[in-house]
C-alpha cells in the first residue's frame, strides 16, 4: 500500500504487493492488529496480489486519520515462497480530498479563468475562504502552497486521473463553468470543508459526479449551501453530511434528477428552503428532517414526482409554501402539517393528481391562494379549512374536475375569484358564500 487512503465496502476487492526478502532470511511481522474476519486471500503465490484475491466480508469505514493493521492467511494450498513475505495489509484512512476526474469531457471557460482547459488539465476553482494546500496526482503531477484557483496539467495527457489534496482546503466554486462535467467522483472528501462556512455554487454543474456514501466530510461550520450540489444529476445518494450549523438550503440539490434515497440530515438550524429538492424526481420517500425554524419554502419539492407518500415535517414557522409541492403527481395521502404561520399558498400543491383526500391543515392566516389545489383532479371533497384572511383565490380549485361538493368557506376578505372554481364539472351544487368584497368575478365558475 502507498499510505493514501483505502476505502473498501463488502464484496469489494482490492490489490497489493507482498515486500520481497531475501532467500534464507527470517522474516516478522511486528505491531499489528489481528482481524482475520475481515478478508479472505485466495490464488496467490506469486509475489504480487492482483485485484480479486482479497475480498472484504464487511464494509470498513475508519475515522478520519485513524491506522489499523490487519493480517490475513492465504486459503487453499497455496504457501509463501522464499522471497516472500508473510500477507500483511494496512488500511489508513487518509485525510486527503480526493477525487477523480476525466479530462476527456468537455470543458467551458469560467469566469474566473476566462479559457476552456486542453484536454491534459483540469481547473481547480477556489470559493471562500482561506487556502494554503497542496496537489498532487496519480500520474506524478505535484503544487505545493496554493492559495487560490490552479490549473493541473497531467504529465501523461488526457484520461482519468486521480487527484490529492491536502492541505487548508474549505470549498469548491465550479458555479456552473469550468470543467464542471471532468468532476466523476468523490473519493474522499478528507480535509475538504474545514474551516468553511459557506459551500455556495460548490459542484453546482458537476452533473458526471458520484459520492460514495460513506463519504461525510468536515462540513460542520458551514452555514450557507446554497446551489452546493445543483444539477448533480448523476448522484444517486447523498452521504449525511454534517448540515447542523447549516441555515440556507436554496437550491442546494435542485436537479438532482437521479436521487432515489436521501439521508436524515441535521436541518435543526434552517431558515430558507427554496428549492431545496426541486426536480428530485426520482425520490421516492423522504425522511422526517427537522424544518422547524424553516420559514421560506419556495419549491422545495417541486416535481419530486416520485414521492407517493410524505412525513408529517415542522413547518409551523413556515410563511411562504409557493410551490412547494407543485407536481408531486404520484402523492396519494398528505400529512396535517401545522401551518398555522403560513401566508402564502400559491400554487403549493398543483398539479397533485393523485390526491385523493386533503387534510384539514390550518391556514388561519393565509392571504393568498392563487392556484394552491389547481389541477388536483382526483380530489371528490374539499375540507372546511379557515380561508377568513384569503384575499386572492385566483385558480384555486380550476380543474379539479372530480369535486363534488364543496364546504361554505369564509370568503369575507375576498377579493379576486378568477376561475376560482373553472372546470370543476362535477359539481352540482355550491354554497352560498360571502362575495361582498370581490371585485373580479371573472369565469369564476366557467364550465
Same mark, same amino acid.
Given at each position: 500500500?502507498?499510505?493514501?487512503?483505502?476505502?473498501?465496502?463488502? !464484496?469489494?476487492?482490492?490489490?497489493?504487493?507482498? /515486500?520481497?526478502?531475501?532467500?534464507?532470511?527470517?522474516?516478522?511481522?511486528?505491531?499489528?492488529?489481528?482481524?482475520?474476519?475481515?478478508?479472505?486471500?485466495?490464488?496467490?503465490?506469486?509475489?504480487?496480489?492482483?485485484?480479486?484475491? =482479497?475480498?472484504? #466480508?464487511?464494509?470498513?469505514?475508519?475515522?478520519?486519520?485513524?491506522?489499523?493493521?490487519?493480517?490475513?492467511?492465504?486459503? /487453499?494450498?497455496?504457501?509463501?515462497?522464499?522471497?516472500?513475505?508473510?500477507?500483511?495489509?494496512?488500511?489508513?484512512?487518509?485525510?486527503?480530498?480526493?477525487?477523480?476526474?476525466?479530462?476527456?469531457?468537455?470543458?467551458?471557460?469560467?469566469?474566473?479563468?476566462?479559457?476552456?482547459?486542453?484536454?491534459?488539465?483540469?481547473?481547480?476553482?477556489?470559493?471562500?475562504?482561506?487556502?494554503?494546500?497542496?496537489?498532487?496526482?496519480?500520474? !506524478?503531477? #505535484?503544487?505545493?502552497?496554493?492559495?487560490?484557483?490552479?490549473?493541473?496539467?497531467?504529465?501523461?495527457?488526457?484520461?482519468?486521473?486521480?487527484?490529492? =489534496?491536502?492541505?487548508?482546503?474549505?470549498?469548491?466554486?465550479?458555479?456552473?463553468?469550468?470543467?464542471?462535467?471532468?468532476?466523476?467522483?468523490?473519493?474522499?472528501?478528507?480535509?475538504?470543508?474545514?474551516?468553511? =462556512?459557506?459551500?455556495?455554487?460548490?459542484?453546482?454543474?458537476?452533473?458526471?459526479?458520484?459520492?460514495?456514501?460513506?463519504?461525510? /466530510?468536515?462540513?460542520?461550520?458551514?452555514?450557507?449551501?446554497?446551489?452546493?450540489?445543483?444539477? &448533480?444529476?448523476?448522484?444517486?445518494?447523498?452521504?449525511?453530511?454534517?448540515?447542523?450549523?447549516?441555515?440556507?438550503?436554496?437550491?442546494?440539490?435542485?436537479?438532482?434528477?437521479?436521487?432515489?434515497?436521501?439521508?436524515?440530515?441535521?436541518?435543526?438550524?434552517?431558515?430558507?428552503?427554496?428549492?431545496?429538492?426541486?426536480?428530485?424526481?426520482?425520490?421516492?420517500?423522504?425522511?422526517?428532517?427537522?424544518?422547524?425554524? !424553516?420559514?421560506?419554502?419556495?419549491?422545495?419539492?417541486?416535481?419530486?414526482?416520485?414521492?407517493?407518500?410524505?412525513?408529517?415535517?415542522?413547518? #409551523?414557522?413556515?410563511?411562504?409554501?409557493?410551490? &412547494?409541492?407543485?407536481?408531486?403527481?404520484?402523492?396519494?395521502?398528505?400529512?396535517?402539517?401545522?401551518?398555522?404561520?403560513?401566508?402564502?399558498?400559491?400554487?403549493?400543491?398543483?398539479?397533485?393528481?393523485?390526491?385523493?383526500?386533503?387534510?384539514?391543515?390550518?391556514?388561519?392566516?393565509?392571504?393568498?391562494?392563487?392556484?394552491?389545489?389547481?389541477?388536483?383532479?382526483?380530489?371528490?371533497?374539499?375540507?372546511? =379549512?379557515?380561508?377568513?384572511? /384569503?384575499?386572492?383565490?385566483?385558480?384555486?380549485?380550476?380543474?379539479?374536475?372530480?369535486?363534488?361538493?364543496?364546504?361554505?368557506?369564509?370568503?369575507?376578505?375576498?377579493?379576486?375569484?378568477?376561475?376560482?372554481?373553472?372546470?370543476?364539472?362535477?359539481?352540482?351544487?355550491?354554497?352560498?358564500?360571502?362575495?361582498?368584497?370581490?371585485?373580479?368575478?371573472?369565469?369564476?365558475?366557467?364550465?
Amino acid at each position: 500500500m502507498d499510505g493514501r487512503a483505502t476505502i473498501v465496502d463488502a !464484496g469489494e476487492s482490492i490489490s497489493f504487493a507482498i /515486500g520481497f526478502i531475501a532467500p534464507n532470511t527470517s522474516a516478522q511481522i511486528q505491531n499489528f492488529t489481528e482481524i482475520a474476519p475481515l478478508f479472505s486471500i485466495t490464488e496467490s503465490d506469486n509475489n504480487t496480489f492482483l485485484g480479486g484475491e =482479497i475480498v472484504f #466480508s464487511t464494509p470498513i469505514d475508519l475515522q478520519q486519520l485513524q491506522n489499523l493493521g490487519i493480517v490475513g492467511q492465504e486459503t /487453499g494450498t497455496v504457501t509463501p515462497n522464499d522471497g516472500e513475505l508473510s500477507i500483511s495489509l494496512l488500511l489508513e484512512k487518509s485525510s486527503d480530498f480526493q477525487f477523480t476526474v476525466d479530462t476527456n469531457l468537455q470543458s467551458f471557460s469560467s469566469t474566473n479563468r476566462g479559457a476552456n482547459s486542453d484536454s491534459n488539465q483540469m481547473f481547480i476553482p477556489t470559493g471562500d475562504g482561506d487556502y494554503n494546500y497542496n496537489i498532487t496526482t496519480s500520474d !506524478g503531477y #505535484s503544487a505545493t502552497g496554493l492559495t487560490g484557483d490552479h490549473l493541473i496539467t497531467f504529465p501523461s495527457g488526457a484520461g482519468v486521473h486521480d487527484v490529492f =489534496i491536502t492541505g487548508i482546503f474549505p470549498a469548491m466554486n465550479f458555479n456552473n463553468e469550468g470543467d464542471k462535467l471532468r468532476m466523476t467522483k468523490i473519493n474522499n472528501f478528507g480535509i475538504y470543508g474545514l474551516t468553511s =462556512i459557506s459551500q455556495k455554487n460548490a459542484f453546482y454543474g458537476c452533473s458526471n459526479m458520484v459520492i460514495p456514501s460513506k463519504n461525510i /466530510g468536515s462540513f460542520g461550520d458551514v452555514k450557507d449551501f446554497s446551489d452546493a450540489w445543483r444539477d &448533480c444529476s448523476s448522484l444517486t445518494s447523498m452521504p449525511q453530511i454534517d448540515t447542523s450549523s447549516a441555515t440556507n438550503l436554496t437550491s442546494t440539490w435542485l436537479n438532482c434528477s437521479s436521487l432515489t434515497q436521501f439521508p436524515l440530515i441535521d436541518t435543526n438550524n434552517v431558515i430558507n428552503y427554496t428549492s431545496t429538492w426541486t426536480n428530485c424526481a426520482s425520490l421516492t420517500a423522504f425522511p422526517l428532517i427537522n424544518t422547524s425554524k !424553516g420559514t421560506l419554502f419556495l419549491n422545495t419539492w417541486n416535481d419530486c414526482s416520485s414521492l407517493t407518500s410524505f412525513p408529517l415535517i415542522n413547518t #409551523s414557522s413556515g410563511v411562504n409554501f409557493t410551490n &412547494c409541492w407543485f407536481d408531486c403527481i404520484d402523492l396519494e395521502e398528505f400529512p396535517l402539517i401545522d401551518m398555522g404561520s403560513a401566508e402564502i399558498l400559491i400554487q403549493t400543491w398543483r398539479n397533485c393528481e393523485s390526491l385523493t383526500l386533503f387534510p384539514l391543515v390550518n391556514t388561519g392566516n393565509v392571504t393568498a391562494f392563487n392556484s394552491a389545489w389547481k389541477d388536483c383532479g382526483a380530489l371528490d371533497t374539499f375540507p372546511l =379549512i379557515n380561508t377568513k384572511k /384569503g384575499i386572492n383565490f385566483t385558480n384555486t380549485w380550476i380543474n379539479c374536475a372530480n369535486l363534488i361538493t364543496f364546504p361554505l368557506i369564509v370568503t369575507s376578505s375576498a377579493e379576486n375569484l378568477t376561475q376560482t372554481w373553472k372546470n370543476c364539472q362535477r359539481l352540482v351544487t355550491f354554497p352560498l358564500i360571502d362575495t361582498s368584497n370581490v371585485t373580479n368575478l371573472n369565469s369564476t365558475w366557467f364550465n
